[in-house]
Every structure is written in C-alpha cells, then in structure tokens.
C-alpha cells in the first residue's frame, strides 16, 4: 500500500464537462493530478475486475455531465419515506470513506469518486419539482448525500455552500445534509437557515474503530456537532445503523450517555434509529467478496428486496434503545425505522 498514489493523483475528465467551474475548480485544487480526458464516465467507473477496497487507499477523481434524472424518489429506507415529496439526489457517487457496512461498495465496481459539475441542472430540476409537489399541504425534502458525504469533501469543493445558499428562501422546501465528517467548520460563516438540517451519523466508539476506521471518531464529531448547535444549526442525530455486535447494548447505552452529556438536548431537531439493513442484491455482491467479514456472514432476514435484521430481534433492539433515549427526549422526536 505505501506504493500506491496520493487521492486524485488522476483526474479523469469528460470532454462535454470541460470549462464548467467545478471543473476548473477541480483542476487548480490539484494542479499536479495527471489529466486523462474521457468520453463517459461510465468508461472508467463502471469497468469490470475493479477491487473497491485497493482503490480506496488512492482514489482517483471523475468529473461528468449528469443526465436526467436529477432527482429520485426516496426509498423506504429512510426516514422520511411517510412524506410523498421526500427525495435525493446525486451530485456525486461514492465517499471519501469507506465504511465496511456501507451499501456503497455493493453499489459500485469502484472505490472511486464522480463528482457532477453541471449543479445548476440539479437545482433547476428541485425548482421545477417545488411548482408540482406530490402532496401539497407537505414540503418537499431533498437529501443531498445519501450516495456520498459532501460536507466530507467540503474543503475541496464547496458542494454544501452551494445548496444552502440554493435553499435560501425556499419555505416549501427542506434540504438534508447527512454526514460523519467534522467540515463544519467550512461552513460556520453561514447563518442558519431554518430549512437545512445537518444530520450526523454517530456510532459507538467501538463501532467507529472497527467499521468506520476512515471517518473521524466519534469525539470528534461530536464536537463538530456541538459547534453547530452552539450556533443555532438544525441538527439530527443519526443512530443508523445500529449493529448488533455482541455486545451492542453496552456500547450504544455508553454512547447515548456520551452523547448526550456532550450536547445541548434541547436545541437537538430529533433522532433516528435504524438497524443494519441493504437492499439484497448489494449485500450479497459484497458477502462474496468479504469472506472474512462477520458483518455479512450472520443469520438475517429477507424482506421483499431487502436484507435486515430479523424482525423480533430489530424491535427489541431499537425499543431498548428508545427507552433510554426517552429520558432526554420527547417521543414525537425519536424517529424509528422498524
């Protein structure tokens, strides 16, 4: 591995995306990046015999137009889903982490990161969506890293920036921020605005060791999320997934504590919990590559297209969870997905 190239040591380009301004950008970020011009990103980030994992220790960097869709309709997945006008995007595919329970790696051939320069395209596309909402009487919510952690790459890009000030006096609609990282501080000099949530993945210490060991730890983003608080951000906190690990409720009680004591619970949006579940075809695609992970050799369920934690076992589980996070909370502020 000591061999291998520093990330987006290669930046490959497609030609109908040159002199786009995340692309100029992209370009003076890493002035020493090898430039290799591409027709289609798919060319390099769909290619077969790619090994996820190797890649990841030196990422390398595509730049493409998007195509239509420019939005998706949220899954079942997520919290949101009882909202019709719940959606997401991507502006970019693939994360600066590499978490072992992440659908991304079972998603993707590769470890590398596109990155759409043709922003305006999007949020033209979220315009036109907030004129013919599914339900009118709802907002429209749009997550805008749920392929990806843009607040992770923030001091590259800029890509966060760029959709709050978007949001700016959009009342009907309500943009989701989800992330791991501690960049908030790329994005402190911003006011709060009140339709922007920034939602934090926390996980126990133990957890972020072994299945987050590229992200920050958790004290360190439980100071990111202090700081925005301090500063009058809307802010979720993210229990999702939990894992089931042997002893898991000794960890995630240790972790509700810390978490707790560490931050201002009045000013705190709300809460999720959610245990480990994938859509199937991804898990199974990485349970044959990972034939050492305990992770994706346990007993699990089937439910429809999805790989989850048997039923009886999730919901003693997460209700376990929310009597603990009771204490600090109001019930209607804990969100379960079940």
Request: glycine letters at 2%; hydrophobic letters at 40%.
């Amino acid at each position: 591995m000591k061999y291998l190239l520093p990330n987006f040591s290669h930046i490959y380009i497609e030609r109908d995306a040159d002199g786009y301004p995340l692309t100029e950008l992209a370009k003076s970020r890493f002035p020493k990046a090898t430039i290799v011009w591409i027709d289609n990103y798919k060319d390099v980030f769909n290619r077969i015999r790619q090994d996820f994992h190797i890649q990841k220790e030196s990422m390398k960097l595509i730049l493409s137009i998007k195509k239509k869709p420019f939005l998706y309709s949220a899954s079942s997945m997520v919290q949101e889903y009882n909202n019709p006008n719940t959606f997401y995007n991507t502006p970019a595919l693939n994360c600066l982490y590499n978490c072992d329970y992440c659908f991304l790696q079972g998603m993707y051939n590769t470890g590398n990161i596109v990155l759409f320069v043709n922003e305006d395209d999007f949020m033209k596309a979220v315009d036109k969506q907030l004129l013919n909402p599914i339900d009118p009487l709802k907002p429209t919510v749009l997550s805008i890293s749920y392929n990806t952690d843009l607040l992770a790459m923030e001091n590259i890009f800029s890509l966060a920036r760029n959709w709050i000030f978007f949001a700016k006096n959009k009342s009907d609609l309500i943009i989701e921020i989800r992330t791991k990282s501690t960049l908030f501080s790329a994005i402190k000099d911003i006011k709060p605005l009140d339709n922007i949530i920034l939602s934090w993945t926390l996980s126990p210490e133990k957890i972020c060791e072994k299945y987050e060991s590229t992200a920050p730890s958790l004290r360190k983003r439980l100071s990111a999320v202090h700081n925005a608080l301090e500063l009058g951000w809307k802010v979720r906190l993210c229990f999702d997934p939990v894992l089931l690990i042997d002893d898991w409720d000794i960890q995630y009680d240790q972790l509700l504590k810390d978490t707790f004591s560490a931050l201002n619970v009045k000013k705190i949006q709300d809460i999720t919990f959610g245990v480990f579940r994938m859509n199937k075809d991804y898990f199974n695609r990485i349970r044959k590559r990972e034939l050492d992970s305990v992770l994706y050799h346990k007993d699990y369920s089937i439910e429809g297209n999805t790989i989850v934690v048997e039923k009886k076992e999730r919901e003693d589980a997460l209700n376990k969870l929310k009597v603990i996070a009771s204490k600090y909370f109001e019930n209607d502020k804990i969100l379960i997905w079940q």
